[in-house]
């Protein structure tokens, strides 16, 4: 059962302000915490960078709501911080890398088996199996750059093999962009998807411009422009999938909505008491962040919020590992490529496309070079060498006893 948004009242937004104490708690640990604490901080501190970047999109062209805006993004950007900061100096950011594309692999492969509209989940597997790759190639690199194993971070939730490779993933834009789904049609839990995974890319994309010219390593930095250009990609395909004839208002309130079903998820899901206790009073705060919108909903708009959230949101996503799924999705659908708005075999891909490849491709691949002979093995390359140290001593012991 999914539960009753307009009967929970929340906590009002002037109650909502932060200190700095609170918004700096202590971080999680990379090696105790579950990897799925981290995928729930992960994707909710994406979440609210989402409500942040569109509230400041709806400022500027809506000057008659730029007040109440500022009020609900004081506190979204207070509840980003809080939880981005969850994450802590013990993580490298390469580490955070293979956690990002966690996130991705596992929570696109949930909201995939549980979206209805069958060609929307077909674009979420679609897209999965490009960030399955993406973890193959950045485990690659940390194996050579760290001698780290990225199973250390992933904890066994999710494999670490090629999905569909990076090489192939780049495509004209003419080839991103997607059908939308109809608003006066689409079940509610399809609009709460697209804006989640939407949001999702959209940060990760955010990261790699940053963090990748931070790195010294030129293969490195060219591994996450490559990338990098993939997850704009993803955001020009995701964003296209929801319906432009949304108007400003009716989008705010899906973001607000949307913001309490994943809170709701992760009450539910989460194991540590110390993080459930920020979920479930994030969560009361956007209660009352929804309230204030469908308030300026009905005043802006003359209807009832009810026409666009029902009263009971859907069941929240699973947040477990899907590990299955992604094996059989990379099984039946790696050679699939887009033509158009289209899904179609790599063998039918536009003439733009082919063209594009080539322009990007033309001085090397920089994921196929940092994964060149690379599988993964437990351990990484250190264990691999320490092995081979161990069994090379061993010959020499069992020569000289000769």
């Not at 100096?89 to 492969?109: F, G, N």
């Not at 949930?110 to 979206?115: K, L």
């Not at 897209?127 to 485990?139: N, S, V």
Request: contains cysteine; aromatic residues 10%.
């Amino acid at each position: 059962m999914g539960f009753k948004i307009y009967e929970e009242k929340g906590v009002p937004l002037e109650k909502q302000i932060m200190s700095w104490k609170e918004m700096v708690a202590e971080p999680i640990s990379k090696m105790d915490d579950d990897a799925f604490s981290r995928v729930r901080i992960i994707l909710m501190n994406g979440i609210e960078l989402e409500s942040i970047k569109f509230s400041h999109s709806f400022a500027r062209m809506n000057s008659k709501y730029q007040l109440p805006l500022a009020l609900m993004r004081r506190v979204d950007h207070q509840q980003a911080t809080k939880i981005n900061w969850l994450l802590g100096a013990d993580h490298s950011p390469l580490e955070t890398t293979i956690a990002y594309e966690q996130v991705a692999i596992e929570i696109t492969a949930a909201v995939a088996q549980n979206e209805p509209d069958p060609y929307l989940a077909q674009t979420y597997r679609f897209g999965l199996l490009e960030d399955f790759d993406h973890m193959y190639r950045y485990a690659a690199l940390m194996d050579r750059l760290e001698g780290k194993d990225a199973n250390n971070i992933l904890q066994s939730y999710t494999d670490i093999l090629p999905g569909r490779p990076t090489i192939d993933e780049h495509r004209s834009p003419s080839d991103d962009l997607r059908h939308p789904y109809d608003k006066e049609t689409a079940a509610p839990i399809s609009k709460m998807h697209a804006l989640t995974i939407m949001a999702a890319e959209q940060q990760t994309w955010n990261y790699y411009m940053n963090i990748g010219p931070l790195f010294a390593d030129p293969l490195a930095r060219q591994l996450y422009a490559e990338i990098a250009s993939i997850e704009e990609q993803h955001v020009t395909q995701y964003e296209s999938i929801i319906d432009t004839k949304e108007t400003w208002m009716e989008k705010m309130l899906l973001h607000k909505a949307n913001e309490v079903y994943n809170y709701y998820g992760c009450v539910a899901s989460e194991k540590n008491a110390r993080l459930r206790a920020y979920w479930e009073r994030f969560l009361d705060y956007e209660f009352g962040q929804f309230h204030m919108v469908a308030e300026l909903f009905k005043e802006s708009e003359r209807r009832d919020p009810q026409e666009i959230i029902p009263t009971e949101l859907p069941e929240p996503i699973d947040f477990a590992s899907q590990r299955q799924f992604v094996r059989d999705t990379l099984k039946n659908e790696v050679n699939m490529s887009a033509l158009g708005k289209d899904f179609v075999d790599r063998s039918e891909e536009s003439n733009e496309t082919k063209m594009y490849r080539q322009q990007v491709h033309r001085d090397g691949v920089p994921s196929e070079i940092v994964s060149l002979n690379y599988i993964w093995t437990p351990g990484g390359e250190l264990n691999h060498r320490a092995n081979f140290a161990k069994n090379y001593q061993k010959e020499f012991n069992r020569g000289a006893s000769l």
